[in-house]
């Protein structure tokens, strides 16, 4: 048994087992707060906002402070919350760094749609900030729970996706697919299309080709989807296939995307590509990228590796080409 006293985690490798642990009791804790709802009392009140803006709910700073207090004795010596402006130190001599959204799609806690908890581990430097401010493909480990109709966990430590799911009978995390791959074929896209004439004209142009469908280049039917929780929308990628986009657009503050780097894009990209998936800006490959501000923001678009390979090729098309109404496409047909 582990300290917390729960069974450690099939498959997890010897020195992540006590952050795991830690991550995972507080995600159990979690999980039941928020089966709860309005009997816990208002989880979804506004109580703040974060460096970023975005406005904090009472879950939101109830989740990292229960982290921090879990984490304690865990060999994490760094903790870079998307809650906190900066850095914090949990154990002196730690030797792991830890990336945390501590709960990702905090404006649906008051509307019952599957939220989460994003997470990533890097070898702790010296500095704080230089142990996140780094290449993505620095990661040594990344993953997220989500709290939905079932709580599960999705994490990677760089040799494959391990899918875990909470029973709740004995609130044990089981290992249900130790080799879990993205699904190659899907009909299914995420975008905010409210945003439509803030993209960029090949975000535009490949939108168009799937709204287009069966009579367009790219001669078959999409569907759309959208959550507006990250952590939602990578679950249905990596269970059933498709492509997820949040990319740069036009709108003051969205110039870089409106994700963060730091806690939410490098280990969702990770999971993604361990997970035989892509992970872009759109016209590049995401995890050589390195944030330049602990709160930095980039865009994001993942999924199955040849619909994430598509938009890559928009930004190569001539400019004509990617115009509005330009329907000869020829290079994407079918």
């Known amino acids: 048994m582990t300290m917390t006293g729960y069974t450690p985690l099939e498959g997890v490798p010897e020195r992540f087992q006590a952050p795991m642990d830690a991550l995972c009791k507080v995600a159990r804790d979690l999980s039941r707060k928020i089966a709860l709802g309005p009997l816990a009392g208002e989880l979804g009140a506004e109580v703040g906002s974060n460096l970023g803006g975005d406005t904090q709910k009472a879950l939101d700073v109830l989740a990292d402070e229960a982290f921090v207090a879990a984490l304690a004795g865990s060999g994490v010596r760094w903790y870079a919350s998307e809650e906190r402006d900066d ?40 500095e704080p900030e230089a142990s ?96 507006a929780s990250l952590v939602a929308e990578t679950h249905r990628i990596l269970s059933r296939g498709g492509i997820f986009l949040y990319p740069a657009d036009a709108r003051p503050g969205y110039e870089h995307g409106r994700l963060r780097m730091v806690y939410e894009c490098a280990p969702i990209a990770m999971l993604v590509e361990q997970a035989g998936g892509k992970a872009t800006t759109g016209p590049d490959r995401l995890l050589p990228q390195a944030a330049e501000t602990l709160h930095g923001r980039i865009p994001l678009i993942f999924g199955t590796s040849d619909k994430v390979d598509r938009v890559a090729a928009y930004y190569d098309l001539p400019d004509q080409e990617v115009s509005a109404l330009f329907g000869s496409r020829g290079l994407f047909r079918g």
């Open 132 to 227: 996140f401010l780094r290449p993505a493909t620095e990661q040594i480990a990344a993953g997220y729970f989500i709290y939905g109709p079932q709580t599960a966990l999705m994490v990677t430590f760089g040799d494959g996706v391990l899918y875990y799911v909470l029973d709740p009978e004995d609130r044990e995390f089981k290992l249900v697919n130790a080799a879990l791959t993205i699904p190659a074929k899907s009909t299914e896209f995420a975008i905010n299309a409210s945003n439509y004439r803030h993209w960029s004209k090949p975000i535009r142009a490949y939108i168009d080709d799937c709204l287009a469908g069966d009579q367009g280049p790219r001669a078959k039917n999409f569907n759309m989807r959208w959550v």
């Open 87 to 126: 850095v914090l130190q949990i154990d002196n001599d730690g030797a792991l760094a830890l990336a945390i959204d501590p709960l990702d799609g905090s404006s649906n806690i008051d509307v019952n749609v599957s939220i989460g908890t994003i997470f990533s581990l890097y070898e702790a430097k010296g």
